[in-house]
């Protein structure tokens, strides 16, 4: 059992360049989320995904776009990376609001240069 | 929107000692989480525990909600278990449910 993978691991980008974060989960989750963590800063909500078809901006969503693709899949891009940007990237979901537990991907190191 | 205190901020130990972890909470919730994070970086799920005791091997979690507070108990440490453990509970902020951390217990087992 997978749980939740993400894609890539690790990632150096330059000033202005895009790319897409890419998450997928097997456990028939309807709930989606991706997080970023920065040291002294903890994890910070970006968007998340309540159920298929919707998607909405969490703590921290500015230079940042999702996509839910499925119910499995919740990409999150970045259209223009800044420095501001390099931090490591979380993905989560959960089977539903309220009362169920989040289960996390491993993380994306991402440096912007 | 609800907060996570988590004590002690740093804890060192010797290989062998017991260890608990103290996590508070500023509202009631219906659902809290302990994590570990190793070394790697990877958040693994330790309990899922709202309310109750619950144990896993070395590990034991025990939840008051009604005076919000949650414990993690680590016997017999290892090297292994280094990392930070956070808590974590869902809260409703002003743009929509987050699972709300606590700032970690920072864990070092010395061999």
């Known amino acids: 059992n997978a749980g939740v993978t993400q894609t890539p691991k690790f990632q150096v980008l330059k000033t202005g360049q895009s790319m897409t974060l890419q998450c997928a989960q097997d456990?028939?989750?309807?709930?989606m989320y991706w997080y970023r963590q920065d040291p002294g800063m903890g994890l910070r909500l970006i968007y998340y995904s309540a159920s298929e078809g919707t998607t909405d901006k969490g703590e921290v969503p500015n230079g940042y776009n999702v996509s839910r693709l499925n119910k499995r899949e919740f990409s999150l891009r970045l259209e223009s990376a800044a420095p501001s940007q390099t931090s490591v990237y979380f993905c989560?979901?959960?089977?539903?609001?309220?009362?169920?537990?989040?289960?996390f991907g491993q993380g994306t190191r991402l440096t912007v240069v | 929107g609800i907060q996570v205190e988590q004590s002690p901020p740093d804890l060192i130990l010797q290989e062998g000692a017991n260890s608990t972890l103290r996590c508070n909470f500023s509202d009631s919730v219906n659902n809290l989480q302990w994590f570990h994070q190793n070394p790697w970086g990877q958040l693994i799920n330790l309990f899922y525990i709202p309310s109750g005791t619950k144990q896993n091997g070395r590990l034991s979690a025990t939840t008051v909600a009604t005076e919000r507070y949650s414990l993690l108990y680590i016997s017999s440490s290892q090297t292994t278990d280094s990392g930070v453990y956070f808590c974590?509970?869902?809260?409703?902020?002003?743009?929509?449910?987050?699972?709300?951390f606590g700032a970690g217990t920072i864990l070092r087992v010395k061999s």
């Open positions: 456990m028939n989750h309807n709930s």
């Open positions: 989560a979901s959960r089977a539903r609001g309220g009362i169920s537990e989040a289960f």
């Open positions: 974590a509970v869902w809260g409703f902020m002003e743009y929509g449910n987050k699972l709300v």
